[in-house]
């Protein structure tokens, strides 16, 4: 990752383990049914530094919490062009992937069903101030 980029987060949502909680889990279920939270946005950005990670395959060994973080991703990213410094389509694959994740919730699956919950999966150019929404009739992110 170049020192240029922001946390390592990646917007990442971790499989859901009744057993095992995670942070993530307890905030979306007290977003859910505690708030009534209508509409969750997963939102990629251009230049991530954590799925650039991914998709180039850096050695994170020397940061071992960061790289077991990453390993919570759905799946490895794959992108057009690894040369792509705004990853543009890894990162949209990547939100795409997450917003998955995040329906396997039961919460989240239970709101979605009864029509209160709406999910949206966004990405957002750095460079250029743009948010796009993935339309799922055209299965691709257009302009906001």
Known sequence: MSSSSCAPRGNIVPPYVSDRPTGEAATIEYAVEVLGVQDVVVCG???????????????????PAVRDWLAHAADEPEAADPDD????????????????R??????????LADGRLRLHGWYYEVHTGAVREHRVDTDGFEAL
């Open 102 to 111: 995040l329906r396997s919730y039961p919460c989240v699956e239970k709101r």
């Open 45 to 63: 950005h251009s230049h991530c530094g954590a799925v650039g990670a991914l998709v180039r395959g850096d050695d994170l060994d020397g940061v």
């Open 85 to 100: 410094p705004t990853v543009m389509r890894a990162v949209q694959t990547h939100v795409l992937a997450q917003l998955l």
